[in-house]
């Protein structure tokens, strides 16, 4: 099957409404045609007129896969262009992954998935318009990424966390679920995940030292938020070079160390909605810590998630990789400071 592609001349310049030079980046829309329920193919239409109309060269391309997104990405990057990922935080994933490889590659946004955890946890824009002018009239800001490798030495990249546990089973649930749930399908995966829940015999080793724990989750975050608005590291940050490590113990492990009772459902049932708020992390039933770098690994082959997709078993290193994606945004009087910098204020 081939990619369906269009590549639209520029039409007549209609610069900014602050009467600046038509914009002079050319940029490929990458999308996810199934993101949001259709949402993300809707949106590309809207996103390639308004580029048209503001005088961009723009060029479409609908992708059969995750291998497909990456190859355009690619291809894009060879030309010059702008990547621009049309979905939600798995296509911008890899759109991220084939640009850190490389020195001077600029990834765009037009959030069109379910969730748009990334976009909304910077503040970036999530309507049509809003995200298109940012494309054009934004600027190149530098973010951190993050790595996992596995035991094999295979790498993949990660914007906001790597989950292990019962948010990991939610995450794989709430995939499986059907489409017409739509922002509801979190809610389902939470409520199965819970059914099923145990405890997870976790080794986690950071340069601070070793620590064993049977826990109910564990999330290493790059950025805070994740599953449509929850704040599971509501003060981490993608400019600090580090990492937070988001604990849950099994809070039962005295009375039944190897499964979970109907106490340590009821103990969760409590904390999580806390999580939409980022409370949860001053409850005495949460640890945060912070590294650059951990090691994490179980009693068995336990499939850890990132950005709403599967990303290796564990035994797992999980890298925060500083100042690594250039990232198109909104162009506004100051950057939060440890947050956000400007490209030129870091070397390439």
Partial sequence: MRSRTHDDAPGAPVGPTDGAAAPSR??????????????AARTAVAAASRLRHRGATVRTVSTRDADHAAQEAREAFDRGDVAVAVGGDGMLRILAGEAVRRDHAVVGLVPAGRGNDFARFLGLPTTVDDAVDALLDGIEVLVDTGLVRDAGG??????????????????????????????????????????????????LRTAAGTREVPALLLAVANAGAY????????????????LDVVVVPHPGRDRRPDRCDARDRLLLLRVLPRVFRGTHVRTRHVDVTRAASVEVSAGGPLVAYADGDPVGVLPLT?????????????AVD???PGVLRRAGEVAA
Avoid: C, K, Q
Wanted: aromatic letters at 4%.
């Fill in 318 to 330: 999980i890298e925060a990789r500083p100042a690594s994606l250039r990232l198109l945004v909104p």
């Fill in 154 to 203: 295979h790498e993949r990249t990660f914007l906001s966390m790597v989950s292990v546990g019962f948010d990991a089973e939610a995450n794989r649930i709430a995939n499986e679920a059907p489409s017409a749930l739509g922002g509801l399908v979190y809610v389902w995966g939470v409520l199965g995940a819970l059914a099923g829940l145990r405890p997870v015999p976790l080794r």
């Fill in 26 to 39: 050319s940029l490929t829309l990458v999308v996810n045609p199934t993101a949001g329920g259709g949402r």
């Fill in 334 to 336: 100051g950057l939060r």
């Fill in 227 to 242: 599953g449509g608005g929850m704040h599971m590291a509501p003060h981490a940050s993608v400019g600090d070079g580090e």
